[in-house]
Each structure stands twice: as C-alpha cells, then as structure tokens.
C-alpha cells in the first residue's frame, strides 16, 4: 500500500515563491502519475499540474509559467515549485498518484492522496 505525505505547506506574501514535496512510502511512485491538486475554502478540489511517468507534465492554465513540477524517482518523490503566488493560490495542497497508462486531470480518477498542506498566500 502506497502511502503519501506532503510536506512544505506555510505562510507567504504575494510574489514569493514556495516548494511543496511529496514522499511516497510503501512501493515505488516510478509507474504512477503524480499529480497536484488543491481545494480552497468552500470550493470543489480543482487540478493544479501533472507528471507522468515518463516527465510529461501538465498544467492548469491558472498556474501554468508560475508552477513546476518534477519528479526524483530514485527518491520516490515529487515536487510542486510554486513563483509568484497570489492570494487566489490559497488552498490545501494534496498530491496524488495513479497508476495506469492514461494520465487524468479529474480528482475521481486518482486513489492515492496524500493528508494535503496548507498554503496561504496573503495580499
């Protein structure tokens, strides 16, 4: 059983720059699609970007020139590098892998979730 924990969630300024991990415990991420998504108060979890197993990566359009994403498979882990966040960034961030040959943006899809970390991006 794969077991994710995020990891790098805090309070910042608007315009500065965060690092979200996400470490994997249990089997390795290396054939899983990782995946970041978040949910902001009152909001339904939306997705925020997408590494496939073999680098692809996908972005939501809001977040698309600000975040990065990556993958270090011999630490099984990922990471999210969010620049010039803004207050509308706020949310909890959970991470999420899959593990199938079709990548997916929609949350349902996905049955490994991390505990998720706050993020607080104030004006």
């Known amino acids: 059983q794969v077991q994710l924990a995020e990891s790098g969630g805090g309070l910042v300024q608007a315009g500065d720059s965060l690092r979200l991990s996400c470490g994997a415990s249990?089997?390795?991420?290396?054939?899983?699609?990782i995946a970041w998504f978040r949910q902001a108060p009152g909001k339904e979890r939306e997705f925020v970007a997408l590494?496939?197993?073999?680098?692809?990566?996908r972005y939501a359009d809001s977040v698309k020139g600000r975040f990065t994403i990556s993958r270090d498979n011999a630490k099984n882990t990922g990471a999210l590098q969010m620049s010039s966040l803004k207050p509308e960034d706020t949310a909890v961030y959970y991470c999420?892998?899959?593990?199938?040959?079709?990548?997916?943006?929609?949350?349902?899809?996905?049955?490994?979730w991390g505990q998720g970390t706050q993020v607080t991006v104030s004006s």
């Open positions: 999420a892998a899959r593990g199938s040959i079709f990548s997916t943006i929609r949350a349902n899809d996905y049955s490994l």
């Open positions: 249990g089997r390795t991420l290396n054939n899983y699609d």
């Open positions: 590494i496939g197993r073999t680098g692809g990566t």
